[in-house]
């Protein structure tokens, strides 16, 4: 079965340190791979997608991710942190005939001053 | 450009009793999906339904029912609540139901079964 996971359930970084979410997914076709995020009492809002146009995937708030193929890996990174980036984010895939998104379990991201 | 909307934002319910939740799809959008996020944990695939029509359905027993409108507008129904249908349930939008759509949310409807 298809399926996503998110390494880390919480990470911590200072304001102004690199970012690095990690996903990894598991799937026998080629997938459709989303990162979204969730502030506290909200609903989710998409920050990149893959759809197998180029592997490194720029989204918004200077969030991009890197599909790897070869690691099965899709890994959420930002150079710099800002502490309104501290929020719940969910990978997630979907697979060729199949409407619907699998998601992980998320990992919350705190950032300190 | 009004977003995807949800309601009720909060609702509380006792085991045995029926809940009808809505959502109304973003302009323009013919799809909507439905997902349960239990606490601590991802959201799970409900359904879909599109112009109308169930599109796909997840691991959910037949008490999870739903109807989507001529305006695209829908409605989750769960009969028989049980104390495990805590959770916050969202509603996605999206033009076309194919799997590289981007699907859009509602801020959700948090369900607690007493």
């Known amino acids: 079965a298809q399926s996503v996971t998110q390494l880390g359930s919480h990470v911590s970084v200072s304001e102004g340190a690199l970012v690095l979410l990690r996903c990894n997914y598991s799937?026998?076709?080629?997938?459709?791979l989303f990162w979204y995020v969730q502030y506290p009492n909200q609903g989710l809002q998409l920050l990149l997608k893959y759809t197998s146009a180029a592997t490194l995937v720029k989204g918004i708030n200077g969030f991009e991710a890197e599909f790897k193929k070869s690691e099965t890996s899709f890994h959420l990174t930002k150079p710099s942190a800002h502490m309104s980036d501290a929020a719940e984010y969910f990978c997630?895939?979907?697979?060729?005939?199949?409407?619907?998104?699998?998601f992980g379990t998320g990992t919350r991201l705190l950032v300190s001053p | 450009e009004t977003g995807v909307t949800q309601s009720p934002t909060h609702l509380i319910k006792t085991r045995g009793q029926q809940v009808t939740l809505r959502c109304s799809s973003q302009s323009g959008h013919n799809t909507v999906s439905w997902y349960q996020q239990a606490l601590g944990q991802g959201p799970q695939f409900i359904f879909q339904y599109y112009r109308e029509e169930e599109n796909g359905r997840g691991n959910f027993p037949p008490r999870f029912s739903g109807l989507q409108f001529p305006n695209y507008s829908s409605e989750l129904n769960v009969n028989a609540l049980e104390l495990d249908d805590s959770a916050l349930y969202l509603c996605?939008?999206?033009?076309?139901?194919?799997?590289?759509?981007?699907?859009?949310f509602g801020p959700g409807t948090r369900l607690l079964v007493l």
């Open positions: 799937s026998s076709v080629p997938p459709y």
């Open positions: 997630a895939v979907s697979f060729t005939g199949f409407q619907k998104l699998v």
């Open positions: 996605a939008s999206s033009l076309g139901g194919g799997e590289a759509e981007t699907q859009y």
